[in-house]
């Protein structure tokens, strides 16, 4: 089972910022927080990783708070190419884990 | 630089019938893992293949078999097949020497569609 909750959906208007949120109460202090997303008909993307410090790349920025329960996807300026089903996932890859477990993430829509 | 490649993109089948699914991986990458995705659903863990052998199997019958060539592609087999096998199904693939680390990014190709009648 997930070790995440999303909203379902949200909706965004082109150009501005997406903020997705994930609830992830659970998480191990080795657990690291991944973020995803599915482009409709197409496998699902790497976007972005952390453990606990606030990270940014040339896609997105992940914000996780200081007590770890919960993280926030930022997508600073959305366009109608961002519309996807964005998946927040918990994982800790030592040990003999190595799978990916997907929530059913939220579907984040972007209007013109 | 090729990305995950899946053949064929679509599939149809009728229940009972044996199904066998192809994987090409990322240039670079040795590890493949196959997930299942019914629709409206999460991509869930069927199983992954390291060095020819599989490493760790989610909750999945037998019926689901696998198998990894020293190339490094994957085969996804699938006998019996019920209606319920209809989905689309992802390989991602990866770097073994990350298999233990946080970096262990998945990338995935664009799946196969198989549709069981």
């Known amino acids: 089972d997930a070790k995440t909750t999303q909203p379902p959906s949200m909706d965004c208007a082109e150009g501005r910022a997406a903020n997705l949120p994930c609830n992830h109460s659970t998480i191990s202090g080795n657990e690291y927080v991944y973020w995803y997303r599915q482009i409709h008909s197409q496998g699902p993307q790497y976007i972005i990783h952390g453990l606990k410090n606030n990270e940014t790349n040339e896609m997105a920025s992940l914000i996780i708070t200081e007590d770890r329960k919960s993280s926030t996807l930022i997508l600073p300026h959305a366009t109608l190419r961002d519309t996807a089903v964005y998946y927040c996932?918990?994982?800790w890859g030592g040990g003999s884990n190595y799978k990916l477990t997907f929530g059913k993430g939220t579907l984040l829509t972007v209007n013109p | 630089d090729a990305g995950v490649t899946q053949s064929p993109t679509h599939l149809i089948k009728t229940r009972g019938q044996q199904v066998t699914l192809r994987c090409s991986p990322k240039s670079g990458h040795d590890t493949v893992s196959w997930y299942q995705q019914a629709l409206g659903q999460g991509p869930q863990f069927i199983f992954q293949y390291y060095e020819e052998e599989e490493r760790q199997r989610g909750n999945f019958p037998d019926r689901f078999s696998g198998h990894q060539f020293p190339n490094y592609s994957s085969e996804l087999n699938v006998n019996a097949l019920l209606l319920g096998d209809s989905a689309l199904y992802l390989c991602?693939?990866?770097?073994?020497?990350?298999?233990?680390?946080?970096?262990?990014?998945?990338?995935f190709g664009a799946g196969t569609r198989l549709s069981v009648l």
């Open positions: 996932i918990v994982f």
């Open positions: 991602a693939s990866s770097l073994g020497e990350t298999r233990r680390l946080a970096k262990n990014i998945q990338y």
